[in-house]
Every structure is written in structure tokens, then in C-alpha cells.
């Protein structure tokens, strides 16, 4: 029973250790029933199995993505309706707009096409501008207060779901990685092997050798067939 563990996929080599300490578990090899072997083989796998599968990221990019849209388009709007009433000048409170307008100027009038930290360090300074007593006073002749309401919030929502995923993926790179901890089974499932093998030939342990030859010849044929197809 020989097999290059190293050759195995990351998957392929839990699919081996968990069928392994399934045969192990079936109850039917009283020869293995509490041997020490087990204990430590199926600690290793455990392991390995809480991470093998993990996301180098949290998947929030899509949330995050969203959010920013979100706060974009509130941006966008509150922008082109001040830009659109100041050039009307025979309006009421068209120079409210012109002013209003002119802080939006000076931070920047392509906030929505900047990298998220660049925008939301120039929308933070442009909230904090618009809520000044001066300004909220032009806002509220304008109408604007239920809009800037909206941009605020637009703006806090995508600070929350950035933070949210920035802490995410900080957890997911404080776990050990899976090809940090293979060793360690690959260790653990070669040492169970060496054991069936020796005692391939003693009574009550042909049956236990040759089941779990089985499952190596299968892993044997997941490794080919990776290498025919590399999708798998």
C-alpha cells in the first residue's frame, strides 16, 4: 500500500483521512477499536479539516461593492440637482445652490470615481462641511434635507460594511493555513499505513489492510485525474 501524499490535492488528501477514520469508526476492525494511532490521526485531520477550506478572503467584496454604489449614487444626485439649480438664476435661492455647489467643488467633484479609502476620506470632509449651520441653512431652503439625510447615511452604511469586511479577512489570515498544517496528517496517515501494512499478514487485520487499500487506490485515481483534467 505505498502513495505519494504530497502528490494529493488539498481536498483529495481530506477525502483520504476522512474515509480513513470513517473505515476506523464502522465498528467492524475490532484490531484498530482504540489504538492510539487513531486518536492522533483523526485529531490531525481535524486540523486540518477546520481550515482546508477556508477563503483567503471573507467574500464582503460584493457587499462592499454595493455599499459604495449606494453612497456613489447619493453623492451623484445631490450633486447634479445643486449643479442643474444654480445655473437657473431666475429661481428662488439659486445662489444657495451656487454655494452649496461650490463646497461640493471643493472636494473634489469625481468623489464616486476615486478608490474607496480616497473617497471616503473626502466624503467625511464633506459631510462635516454640509453640516454646518450655515449650509444646513441653504439645504433647507433647497429642500435638500431628506437627500443629505440619505448621502450620510449612504456614506456611514459603506464605512460599517467596509470595516465589517476589513475584520473579516483580518481573522482569516490569523488561521493557520492548510498547507501549514498538512504535514502533520500526511504524517499521521503515513504512520497508520506503515501500521496495516505490518500487520497485513496477522489475523483479524487482512480484512482492515485491504479495505483501506481500496481507499488509497481511489485517492491514487483522484491524483490522475486532476492531472488529466486540472478543474477537478
Do not use: C
Amino acid at each position: 500500500m505505498e502513495i505519494s501524499l504530497g502528490r494529493l490535492g488539498t481536498k483529495d488528501l481530506a477525502t483520504l483521512a476522512q474515509r480513513m477514520i470513517n473505515t476506523i469508526q464502522s465498528g467492524k476492525y475490532a484490531v484498530i477499536a482504540g489504538h492510539p494511532l487513531t486518536a492522533a490521526l483523526q485529531s490531525a485531520y481535524g486540523d486540518y479539516d477546520e481550515v482546508y477550506t477556508k477563503q483567503t478572503y471573507s467574500g464582503k467584496g460584493k457587499d462592499v461593492a454595493a455599499a459604495d454604489l449606494e453612497r456613489d449614487e447619493a453623492y451623484s444626485n445631490m450633486k447634479a440637482f445643486l449643479n442643474a439649480y444654480r445655473k437657473m438664476t431666475l429661481v428662488p435661492n439659486y445662489q444657495a445652490a451656487e454655494d452649496l455647489y461650490g463646497v461640493f467643488k471643493s472636494f473634489g467633484l469625481d468623489l464616486d470615481r476615486q478608490s474607496y479609502s480616497s473617497q471616503s476620506a473626502q466624503m467625511k470632509k464633506l459631510i462635516e462641511a454640509l453640516e454646518s449651520t450655515e449650509n444646513q441653512q441653504k439645504i433647507n431652503a433647497l429642500s435638500l434635507t431628506a437627500t443629505f439625510a440619505d448621502l450620510k447615511t449612504k456614506y456611514e452604511n459603506f464605512e460599517n460594511v467596509f470595516a465589517g469586511q476589513a475584520e473579516a479577512n483580518a481573522d482569516l489570515r490569523t488561521m493557520p493555513s492548510a498547507s501549514a498544517i498538512r504535514h502533520d496528517l500526511e504524517k499521521n496517515i503515513k504512520t497508520y499505513i506503515s501500521l496495516l501494512t505490518a500487520m497485513k499478514d496477522v489475523a483479524g487485520w487482512e480484512l482492515l489492510y485491504s479495505d483501506t487499500n481500496e481507499l488509497v487506490k481511489s485517492a491514487k485515481n483522484s491524483e490522475v485525474k486532476r492531472k488529466t483534467d486540472p478543474s477537478l
